[in-house]
């Protein structure tokens, strides 16, 4: 479609006259006037191939890619062409209570284009607007305890008119059936909804309806295709609203006599494939839920006005708008915290979506933050409060538990920090300088005056202390890594080692680590005790420095010089050995 992005990447592999393949190649990708190359290889890779996706011009025109590597030259052609999704279904909304909601229209023309193209089963029939919202009115499933949980359609806390759950959609379509979002935290955007098109993913999409200034409620299309122009194709299951385009709805448009503008709230996709057995979902009104884990924020959430917008509705009061947030997370980590914000006291829903269901109402004064964990067959909610294992305390470098005195740490848990309200860690009754902190996870300088031994940790938060007997050696090296286990390394000119920047044989490079143990003052550089060595694919390297990196609490640097009769490579393994432990090995270029 014009504006899409093609779903499948520009592969190209470089090789020599002999049929070896070439890595490090220094690649470059080109793109015809209106089109672009997007997350293009600057290099090539250890199988000598680069890659670029290219996206389409916003008209309906030819386009041109070109990668040039080694000298040589290939070029791709492609050409945007607009259209709909084949076959996409029109289901209208009508008077009765089965197919007066656009929500469920607008899931209905999805989930059927779905089954028709083979990509869900019909499980429950051919799914039609009046058939999906009595499945889902009567849809129930139980708890642990036999309690009966009915919420196909359901109420925010404190809401008052009942909105479709999206995430029970899946048991119409067999489980084939996955709730995603189609666009970014930082916002939806037109190309990512081609993007999708342009994969045969129709949208759907919610927009806030005003009139006049005023607020009216919310309504429900999808996105199906793509114009000349690249303006985003709509099915609108509203007979009178009825607009074809996306940019009518944001430009403003007059219909049964009013004058009707649209704000973009939500967009989704309902992929076809099996969702996460272990999904959970926090429904709330007007409270502001934010839920994370140790690898970050979770999930995403989609909200939306309560009340749908009709043709001469009157405008809502303020405050009478009541919305609804859903917030899912796949689960698959073993703890989360919700941060409950907004103004006097707020509730929430927790929504177990797993096969043994479970379902719970929390209410508190906010600022409030809560635990999510699965002690038995169901999440379950409580006051977050701070906890974490001895065994969860890791070498910041490799993160395994060999740690030692002035060691980077790192330190896993809950309830670790407080935004606002610094958290204390001591080690061995001596304080350790905190140099990063989340709820789930904080990172520690270790008193460098530690000896070998068990010593207590200790963490102070704003939500409580708690302590651990932890084993520290002399020593325990670790190296410092990149993706694809690389190593963090600088060439002597002082720029990061890579397979398209490579270490000279003869020069010196600086490698990054942690746990070389005790240093001492050498003028105003502070030297490791214990001697340490380098290796390159089991060379010796000399060793001209070990000590601590001035500037970076934790850290080590080695500053070690590759022999100048040494084999060059592009993958080649560093480790280094001290106090007869050899650290895990990383890889770096050598030419």
């Known amino acids: 479609y014009p504006g899409a992005r093609l779903p499948q990447a520009l592969l190209i592999q470089v090789r020599d006259e002999f049929g070896n393949v070439l890595a490090g190649v220094p690649v470059r990708f080109t793109a015809s006037p209106g089109a672009q190359t997007e997350g293009a290889s600057t290099v090539t890779d250890a199988l000598g191939q680069a890659e670029a996706y290219l996206r389409l011009p916003l008209r309906e025109l030819p386009a041109l890619a070109t990668a040039e590597a080694g000298r040589q030259v290939v070029t791709f052609s492609a050409r945007a062409v607009s259209g709909t999704l084949p076959g996409f279904p029109r289901f209208m909304q009508g008077t009765s209570p089965e197919t007066r909601d656009a929500l469920t229209n607008a899931a209905a023309a999805t989930l059927r284009y779905l089954q028709d193209t083979g990509q869900v089963p019909a499980s429950n029939g051919a799914v039609e607007p009046t058939l999906l919202h009595r499945f889902l009115k009567d849809f129930c499933v139980f708890d642990p305890r036999g309690e009966k949980i009915c919420d196909g359609f359901l109420m925010a806390p404190g809401g008052s008119a009942p909105v479709m759950n999206l995430w029970r959609l ?17 916002g939806i955007k037109a190309e990512q909804i081609r993007d999708l098109l342009g ?4 949208v759907l999409l919610g927009l806030t309806l005003s009139s006049g200034g005023s607020v009216l409620g919310s309504h429900f299309v999808v996105a199906n295709g ?13 007979p009178v609203f009825n607009r074809t385009t996306l940019d009518e709805y944001l430009a403003g448009f007059t219909a049964s006599g ?66 609804i947030r859903m917030h899912y997370c796949d689960g698959i980590l ?57 065994a969860s305390v890791r070498n910041g470098a490799d993160f395994s538990t060999r740690l030692s005195a002035g060691v980077l740490a790192s330190i896993f848990g809950q309830g670790l920090s407080v935004p606002g309200q610094p958290a204390v860690v001591e080690v061995g009754g001596r304080p350790a300088m905190v140099i990063s902190e989340s709820s789930f996870q904080v990172n520690i300088a270790a008193p460098r005056e530690l000896a070998p031994g068990e010593h207590l940790v200790r963490i102070s938060s ?14 325990s090296p670790a190296l410092f ?43 105003e550089l502070e030297v490791v005790q214990t001697p340490v060595a380098g290796f390159l694919d089991g060379n010796p390297l000399e060793t ?40 895990e090995a990383v890889f770096i270029a050598v030419q």
């Not at 793509?226 to 509203?238: C, E, F, K, T, Y």
């Not at 989360?336 to 509730?347: A, P």
């Not at 929390?362 to 409060?385: E, H, K, N």
């Not at 022999?563 to 106090?579: I, K, N």
């Open 334 to 390: 073993p703890a989360y915290q919700l941060d409950l914000g907004g103004t006097g006291r707020q509730s929430f829903i927790l929504t177990d979506l797993s096969s043994s269901g479970g379902r719970s109402e929390t209410a508190a004064s906010v600022p409030a933050a809560f635990r999510f964990t699965r002690p038995g067959p169901s999440w379950t909610a409580g006051l977050q409060q701070l906890s974490f294992e001895a």
């Open 226 to 238: 793509v114009s000349p122009n690249g303006a985003i194709l709509l099915h609108d299951p509203s």
């Open 481 to 523: 890594r990149q993706a694809s286990q690389r190593g963090v390394v600088l060439n002597q000119d002082g720029t990061l080692n890579s397979p398209s920047n490579p270490a000279r044989r003869g020069q010196v490079i600086v490698v990054y680590a942690t746990g070389l143990g005790a240093v001492a003052s050498q003028g």
């Open 544 to 583: 001209l420095f070990a000590g601590f990196a001035p500037g970076f609490p934790g850290v080590y640097q080695l500053n070690l010089r590759i022999g100048a009769e040494l084999p060059p490579g592009l993958q080649q393994s560093l480790t280094v050995r001290q106090g007869g432990i050899d650290a």
């Open 170 to 186: 899946p048991a119409f379509a067999g489980g084939n059936l996955d709730i995603a979002p189609a666009g970014l935290p930082t």
């Open 258 to 323: 009013g004058q009707y503008r649209g704000a973009l709230q939500v967009a989704v996709q309902l992929a076809p494939r099996s969702p996460s057995p272990v999904g959970l979902l926090v429904v709330s009104g007007e409270a502001l839920t934010e839920v994370s884990s140790a690898a970050g924020s979770c999930g995403f959430a989609l909200s939306w006005l309560e009340t749908q917008a009709e043709p001469g509705s009157t405008a809502l009061t303020p405050g009478a708008g009541r919305n």
């Open 199 to 202: 994969q045969g993913i129709p």
């Open 462 to 475: 704003g939500y409580g202390q708690a302590e651990q007997l932890v084993a520290f050696q002399a020593v």
